[in-house]
């Protein structure tokens, strides 16, 4: 029976993920690294620093630790630039509504993201108070896919693993969520997402009967 639910942030909440990609673009060209969307689907979900070690992986470069953290910061900085203009407008349709009747429905509510400025994006869309429970890249060692992040929510929302209902628009972070013994729904494409146990193209969309079929088929 599900009792919470996790939302990922980038990508789920917001359309964050359009500037983590527009400012690793921005980086790429400058380093002369080919760098499409497709290729951005790998670093959705992972730490700052991994993303960076996969840019270089795509541009077949090597960079000592301090040039590496550099860029890393360089990045985060346009990214920063970005995401300070941004509206509370822009948090997708529906999430707000969505998570009000969850709450309704007696569920305990967590946001879980690898990015370090997950804090500063919620405040900026004034969607702090929706989330019992905060936890961001400052608070873990290892980044999605590793089930770290989602097993920290449940323990500070009091609950078990499996009582938990993730939302992931990234394949590392649905293999996270399904590592920490959790269940996910992908935002995003079937294709992508396959693992997830149901997948629809944005959080809005999904219903309280939505939730019924996952607690169904979690009882099968
Ligand atoms: C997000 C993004 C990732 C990004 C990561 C780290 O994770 O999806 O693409 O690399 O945060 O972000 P930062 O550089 O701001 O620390 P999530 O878990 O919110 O999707
Ligand atoms: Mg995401």
Redesign the pocket.
């Known amino acids: 029976m599900i009792k919470a639910v996790i939302f ?4 789920v909440i917001v359309d964050t ?1 359009r500037y ?1 990609f527009l400012a690793w673009k921005r980086l790429a060209d400058e380093l002369g690294i080919k760098f499409t969307e497709a290729d951005n689907e790998r ?6 620093i991994r ?1 960076m070690e996969i840019l270089m992986e795509l541009g077949g470069i090597t960079l000592s630790q301090h040039e590496k953290e550099r860029l890393a910061n360089k990045k ?1 900085a346009w ?1 920063v630039d970005y995401v300070e203009r941004m509206l509370p407008e822009e948090i997708f349709p529906g999430v707000t509504a969505l998570i009000t009747t969850f709450k309704q429905h007696g569920m305990r509510i967590a946001l879980a ?6 804090k500063t994006v919620i405040q900026l869309l004034r969607i702090e108070h929706l989330f019992e429970v905060v936890v961001d ?1 400052t608070m873990v060692v290892h980044s ?1 896919p590793d089930p770290e992040i989602f097993l920290l929510a449940a323990t500070k929302l009091g609950v078990e693993p499996k009582e938990c209902l993730v939302f992931e628009d ?1 394949e590392a ?1 649905v293999e996270a969520a399904l590592a920490a013994g959790m269940h996910c729904v992908g935002i995003g494409t079937p294709e992508q997402l396959f693992k997830a146990m149901r997948v629809i193209r944005t959080t809005g969309e999904f219903t309280m009967s939505m939730l019924d079929d996952c607690n169904a088929a979690i009882k099968l």
């Open positions: 990922d942030l980038d990508g993920a983590h670093l959705k979900g992972v730490s700052r993303s985060n990214f993201s690898s990015s370090k400025n997950a890249g999605k990234a972070g």
